[in-house]
């Protein structure tokens, strides 16, 4: 399936710090990082709830710690 997972909302991160969701800027993987080692990656498909844990520290290797989490967002692939 093509269709891009997205990060669970802000209100079931409840290990991210609302301040980014409040100004309206995506935090970087290093500040998601730094509250967190991993996210659940819901995929957004009609009729798919696929769900997964995703650890943020290969993401770092692979991005660098600038990298914001909107990258997680458009590059993430559902499995199922």
Not at 20 to 33: D, I, K, N, P, R
Not at 43 to 71: N, V, Y
Request: with cysteine; charged share 20%; glycine share 6%.
């Amino acid at each position: 399936m093509d269709t891009a997972p997205a990060i669970a909302e802000p209100a079931s991160l409840t290990t991210v710090p609302a301040r980014a969701y409040l100004v309206g800027m995506a935090q970087t993987l290093a500040e998601v990082h730094r509250d967190t080692k991993w996210v659940w990656v819901c995929c957004k498909a009609q009729g798919s709830g696929h769900t997964a844990p995703m650890p943020i520290a290969p993401l770092l290797i692979r991005w660098g710690m600038d990298a914001l989490s909107d990258r997680l967002r458009g590059c993430a692939r559902c499995s199922q």
